[in-house]
């Protein structure tokens, strides 16, 4: 008989990364794992298991994510389900629907709404069950800077000698991922990450080859908008790449480029939106990266 209960962090750990690897993620380790569910500053992970004769055979994880607005309003608490596996044995039987709504059930007064980032995959599945896809969901674009553009002498900075004033957080009156330090210090641990700063403008981002063309992934941009056009330019300049992979929010209205295109859509699904922000909320391209 399948016995359902909540994850017991001081034992359960092994096993549950076990399934992960063994059934989503085969790179999948304890120490991403204790990163991503237990150290998260917005709160530890909820997550519901269920078990055969002992075994844990299916798992669904739900984060805690904070919403600000710059309009003064209270924070709002979501939760975010992910990191759903059941054993290759054990699927088709309806194990995913019944983790979901009862682990939702179970944090039933932690939250104030619920939200997720599907792939094609299981969008379908969360569809069926009443979630809404997410009003003027970003696009995920690839832009080319001039690059006879005037740029800004930016500097590199550490992430753990990052300080980011509360006002500069947001360069946006939408709901958006409460990003402070801590929040960003644990975000982008990763030597794949880089941070440069003008004033009081920070940019995260990375490099990668598309099409054999060298490319930069911008994840958040933070700060006054009027200095974002110089800043991307400085940092192009610097590693002398002009091609850009964003998410198109609302900080990029301040960025020009000499053309875009749209590389793909994003899924953001959203259900019990008490607070009616589904439509105006701003993602980044870190909010939505496949890892969280």
Request: hydrophobic share 40%; glycine share 8%; proline share 3%.
């Amino acid at each position: 008989m399948l016995k359902f209960r909540e994850i017991d962090y001081n034992k359960d750990i092994p096993a549950v990364v076990l399934l992960i690897k063994d059934g989503l993620d085969d790179n999948y380790t304890e120490t991403f794992f204790e990163w991503k569910h237990v150290s998260n500053p917005f709160g530890k992970s909820f997550g519901l298991l269920v078990e055969d004769e002992g075994r844990i055979i299916g798992l669904r994880m739900f984060m805690f994510w904070q919403f600000i607005s710059s309009k003064g309003q209270p924070l709002i608490t979501a939760i975010r389900p992910v990191d759903t596996v059941v054993d290759k044995k054990y699927r088709s039987q309806g194990l995913f629907k019944k983790l979901t709504l009862d682990g939702i059930e179970m944090c039933q007064g932690k939250f104030d709404l619920i939200f997720n980032t599907p792939n094609e995959n299981s969008l379908p599945g969360y569809l069926k069950m009443g979630w809404n896809l997410m009003e003027n969901s970003p696009n995920i674009k690839m832009g080319l800077l001039n690059p006879l553009s005037k740029g800004v002498a930016i500097r590199e900075i550490n992430i753990n000698s990052l300080e980011l004033d509360k006002d500069d957080r947001s360069s946006t009156l939408m709901w958006q991922t409460n990003k402070t330090c801590d929040f960003l210090k644990w975000r982008y641990p990763d030597t794949q990450y880089k941070l440069v700063q003008f004033q009081d403008c920070v940019l995260i981002y990375s490099t990668t080859n598309i099409k054999n063309f060298k490319t930069i992934i911008i994840f958040e941009l933070l700060g006054n908008p009027k200095k974002f056009q110089g800043l991307i330019n400085g940092l192009a300049k610097k590693i002398k790449s002009y091609l850009v992979y964003f998410a198109d929010t609302q900080e990029f209205n301040a960025v020009q480029f000499m053309g875009s295109l749209t590389r793909k859509n994003s899924n953001i699904v959203f259900k019990n939106d008490k607070y009616g922000i589904n439509g105006n909320i701003n993602f980044s391209l870190g909010d939505l990266e496949g890892k969280l």
